[in-house]
C-alpha cells in the first residue's frame, strides 16, 4: 500500500522567511505532484517531478525529487502573504499500461503573516 | 475549453436518499477519477477508469458506485446517503501524466 507524509501539516511563518515543505512516500513511484488549494477552491497544478533529482522552480516556489530516499522537497523562498494555502503533495504508480489515480497526503496548511 | 465540469457545485440529502454526481470533461482524457475530500484527510480515491466501460474501485468505494457509458462522462452514484457521506467530492482526469480536477460539489447528508 503505497502511503504519502507530508510535514509539517500546519505551518504559521512570516513574510520574507524561507522554509521547506517534505514529502515522503513509501514505495516507489513514476511521479510526485505538487498542488495548491485555496480555501474552497480545487486542486491547482503547481509541479509534476518525473525522475530522480529533478528540480522545478516556479516564482518563489522550488520543488525538487529525491527517488532513492523516496523523498520531495516544496522549498518556499522569501514568502509572501499571496502564497498561503493548503499544499499537497500526491504520488501515483502510474506505469505505463494504466492509471490507478493519485495517493495523496494530508496537505500542508501554510499562513504566511505580515 | 472547459475542462473538467461538475454537477451540481452543492448538495445537500437526507438520510436514505440516493443522487448523482456528474463529471465531465473536454479534453479525451482516458483516464477518470472520483476523490472525496475530508477535513485532514487529504484527497482519497473512491473509483475511477480507465476508459469508455472501464471502473475499478480505489481506496474508498464503500456505499458509491460509478458508470463510464461515454468516454467524456465519470458519473457518481449514491444509492442510499449516509451522513458519513458528507463530504467535497473532485472528479478528475488525466493523460497521460497530470491530472485536471473539476471545481468540487459540496455534500451535506442531514
Known amino acids: 500500500e503505497l502511503k504519502v507524509e507530508q510535514n509539517p501539516l500546519f505551518l504559521s511563518m512570516q513574510e520574507g522567511k524561507n522554509y521547506t515543505i517534505y514529502c515522503n512516500y513509501s514505495?516507489?513511484?513514476?511521479?510526485l505532484y505538487w498542488y495548491r488549494q485555496d480555501p474552497g477552491k480545487s486542486l491547482e497544478s503547481l509541479f509534476v517531478?518525473?525522475?530522480?533529482?529533478a528540480v522545478k522552480q516556479e516564482g518563489r516556489l522550488m520543488a525538487s525529487l529525491d527517488t532513492k530516499a523516496r523523498l520531495s522537497t516544496l522549498h518556499i523562498t522569501a514568502a509572501v502573504h499571496d502564497l498561503s494555502a493548503t499544499y499537497f503533495c500526491?504520488?501515483?504508480?502510474?506505469?505505463?499500461?494504466?492509471?490507478?489515480?493519485?495517493?495523496f497526503g494530508k496537505g500542508t496548511h501554510l499562513i504566511i503573516q505580515p | 475549453n472547459a475542462g473538467v465540469t461538475q454537477t451540481p457545485k452543492f448538495r445537500v440529502l437526507k438520510t436514505g436518499q440516493s443522487m448523482t454526481l456528474l463529471c465531465a470533461q473536454d479534453?479525451?482524457?482516458?483516464?477518470m477519477y472520483w476523490y472525496r475530500q475530508d477535513p485532514g484527510m487529504g484527497l482519497r480515491l473512491i473509483h475511477y477508469?480507465?476508459?469508455?466501460?472501464?471502473?475499478a474501485k480505489g481506496e474508498v468505494p464503500d456505499g458509491y458506485n460509478v458508470s463510464r457509458l461515454k468516454k467524456q462522462n465519470f458519473l457518481l452514484g449514491l444509492e442510499s446517503a449516509a451522513p458519513s457521506q458528507t463530504s467535497v467530492y473532485f472528479c478528475?482526469?488525466?493523460?497521460?501524466?497530470?491530472?485536471?480536477f473539476g471545481q468540487g460539489t459540496r455534500l451535506t447528508v442531514v
Open positions: 478528475a482526469s488525466s493523460f497521460p501524466s497530470e491530472a485536471f
Open positions: 514505495t516507489t513511484s513514476d511521479r
Open positions: 517531478l518525473l525522475s530522480n533529482g
Open positions: 500526491a504520488v501515483t504508480m502510474y506505469s505505463g499500461g494504466g492509471a490507478d489515480g493519485l495517493t
Open positions: 479534453m479525451n482524457h482516458e483516464y
Open positions: 477508469s480507465v476508459g469508455e466501460g472501464t471502473t
